[in-house]
C-alpha cells in the first residue's frame, strides 16, 4: 500500500519552461488537493478535486492548471514556469471533501525555477 | 475570514521537556481541528483530531483539547524525546468550502 505517490521528486526548471507534476493515491480516495510549500508561509491550497470530474480554485491558482484524470490521479501543469514559482509541492487526498476527514500527504516534489 | 494562528518558532527543547504549542483559531459554525507533524524531508501526517467542542485528541503521547470558549487546540506532550523534533501545523476545516486553513507551522528542536 504505496499511499500517495509523487513525481519527481526534484526539478529544475528554466523560466518559461512547462512541466507537470504527478500525483496518484491506491486509497480509493473521492478527493485529491495540490498545495505548495514555501518558508514563513505555511501551506497554501493551489487547486482540490472534490470528487472525480470536478476540480476548483485554491488560494493561489494563477500560473497552474489541473487535471484529475481518473479517481487515481491527480496532476499539476506548470505551462510557463516562473522564479515565484519555486517551491515544493505537495499532493494530498482524503475519502472525501467532508470537514472532518484526515488528508493525506504525499513526500513532496521540490521544484527550482531559474 | 477563518483563521489560524500558530505560535512561532523555532523551539528548542531538551528531552524529557514539556512541551506546548499554542494554537488559536476564528471560524464561523464549527470547524474541526488537526494537528499534522512533517518530519524533516517528508510530507505532512495527521498527528491527532477533534471535531467537536471539549473533544480531546490524542496519538504518540500528544495531547489537544479543543477550547470552544478560548478558541484554542494547544499541542501538549509531558516528556518529548529526540524523534519529536519536527515542524507542527495547526489546521481547521469548516464551512461550506470544506478546505483545510493552516497556521503558518511551528519548528521544534529537540536536544539529547
Known amino acids: 500500500n504505496a499511499g500517495v505517490t509523487q513525481t519527481p521528486k526534484f526539478q529544475v526548471l528554466k523560466t518559461g519552461q512547462s512541466m507537470t507534476l504527478q500525483c496518484a493515491q491506491d486509497?480509493?480516495?473521492?478527493?485529491m488537493y495540490w498545495y505548495r510549500q514555501d518558508p514563513g508561509m505555511g501551506l497554501r491550497l493551489i487547486y482540490y478535486s472534490a470528487s472525480e470530474g470536478t476540480t476548483d480554485k485554491g488560494e493561489v491558482p494563477n500560473g497552474y492548471n489541473v487535471s484529475r484524470l481518473n479517481k487515481r490521479e491527480f496532476s499539476l501543469r506548470l505551462e510557463s514556469a516562473a522564479p515565484s514559482q519555486t517551491s515544493v509541492y505537495f499532493c494530498?487526498?482524503?475519502?472525501?471533501?467532508?470537514?472532518?476527514?484526515?488528508?493525506?500527504f504525499g513526500p513532496g516534489t521540490r521544484l527550482t525555477v531559474l | 475570514g477563518d483563521s489560524v494562528t500558530q505560535m512561532e518558532g523555532p523551539v528548542t527543547l531538551s528531552e524529557e521537556a514539556f512541551l506546548t504549542i499554542n494554537c488559536t483559531y476564528t471560524a464561523t459554525g464549527y470547524p474541526s481541528l488537526f494537528w499534522y507533524v512533517q518530519y524533516p524531508g517528508e510530507g505532512l501526517q495527521l498527528l491527532l483530531k477533534?471535531?467537536?467542542a471539549d473533544d480531546k485528541g490524542s496519538n504518540k503521547g500528544f495531547e489537544a483539547t479543543y477550547r470552544k470558549e478560548t478558541t484554542s487546540f494547544h499541542l501538549e506532550k509531558g516528556s518529548v524525546q529526540v524523534s519529536d523534533s519536527a515542524v507542527y501545523f495547526c489546521a481547521l476545516s469548516a464551512g461550506n468550502n470544506r478546505k483545510l486553513i493552516w497556521g503558518l507551522g511551528t519548528s521544534l528542536a529537540v536536544n539529547p
Open positions: 494530498a487526498s482524503s475519502v472525501d471533501s467532508r470537514s472532518y476527514n484526515e488528508q493525506f
Open positions: 477533534a471535531t467537536k
Open positions: 486509497m480509493n480516495h473521492n478527493s
